[in-house]
């Protein structure tokens, strides 16, 4: 009814200063309904609880991604310190939702919720609020991998990851 109303009132008050075909741009504009987003080919997943210090990279790494069919869900699972404050900056990207549990869930009720209730992609990332990507194509990269090789097997394999001492009291350890 607004977008009616708004064409009602182009069609008695038009603008002065534009010609005609202008006018009828705009109201074919109104009258035609907005795409609906398209449904995201690939969710990242971020449970999360407690992690503060990390939660910040994670969330970078993830929206770093040159995957444009992607959300990004962090799942907070009744954090205590400042979790949530630090994922209030990224609500500005329309790919990034943060998700506050009323209650601490435990990890894998935490997963389970994420992965049945709010993830809506058709691949699914879990990325720990602890972890992080470190190559922006790495989104784009597997999902060109999965679409070359279709069938119902899917394998998951963990490369590696590097453990970091925040306190720098131990050098970094590369483990494939």
Same mark, same amino acid.
């Given at each position: #009814?607004?977008? +009616?109303?708004?064409?009602?009132?182009?069609?008695?008050?038009?603008?002065?200063?534009?010609? +005609? #075909?202008?006018? +009828?741009?705009?109201?074919?504009?109104? +009258?035609?309904?907005?795409?609906? =987003?398209?449904? =995201?080919?690939?969710?990242?997943?971020? =449970?999360?609880?407690?992690?503060?210090?990390?939660? %910040?990279?994670?969330?970078? #790494?993830?929206?770093?991604?040159?995957?444009?069919?992607?959300?990004?869900?962090?799942?907070?699972? &009744?954090?205590?310190?400042?979790?949530?404050?630090?994922?209030?900056?990224?609500?500005?990207? #329309?790919?990034?939702?943060? $998700?506050?549990?009323?209650?601490?869930?435990?990890?894998?009720?935490?997963?389970?919720?994420?992965?049945? %209730?709010? &993830?809506?992609?058709?691949?699914?990332?879990?990325? %720990?609020?602890?972890?992080?990507?470190?190559?922006?194509?790495?989104?784009?990269?597997?999902?060109?991998?999965?679409?070359?090789?279709?069938?119902?097997? $899917?394998?998951? $394999?963990?490369?590696?990851?590097?453990?970091?001492?925040?306190?720098?009291?131990? =050098? %970094?350890?590369?483990?494939?």
């Amino acid at each position: #009814s607004l977008r +009616e109303s708004f064409r009602q009132n182009l069609i008695r008050h038009p603008f002065k200063l534009n010609p +005609e #075909s202008d006018l +009828e741009r705009l109201i074919t504009m109104i +009258e035609t309904p907005k795409e609906t =987003p398209a449904k =995201p080919a690939v969710t990242i997943l971020i =449970p999360t609880c407690n992690q503060d210090i990390y939660i %910040d990279r994670a969330i970078s #790494s993830a929206l770093m991604q040159d995957f444009s069919a992607l959300e990004v869900i962090v799942i907070d699972d &009744a954090s205590t310190d400042n979790t949530e404050s630090i994922c209030q900056k990224w609500l500005h990207d #329309s790919r990034f939702r943060y $998700v506050r549990n009323p209650r601490n869930l435990v990890r894998v009720r935490n997963y389970q919720y994420g992965l049945r %209730d709010l &993830a809506s992609g058709d691949w699914v990332l879990m990325l %720990d609020g602890d972890d992080y990507l470190t190559d922006a194509g790495f989104i784009k990269t597997a999902w060109h991998a999965l679409q070359s090789h279709p069938g119902p097997d $899917v394998v998951f $394999v963990q490369a590696g990851h590097r453990v970091q001492y925040s306190d720098h009291s131990q =050098p %970094d350890i590369n483990i494939l």
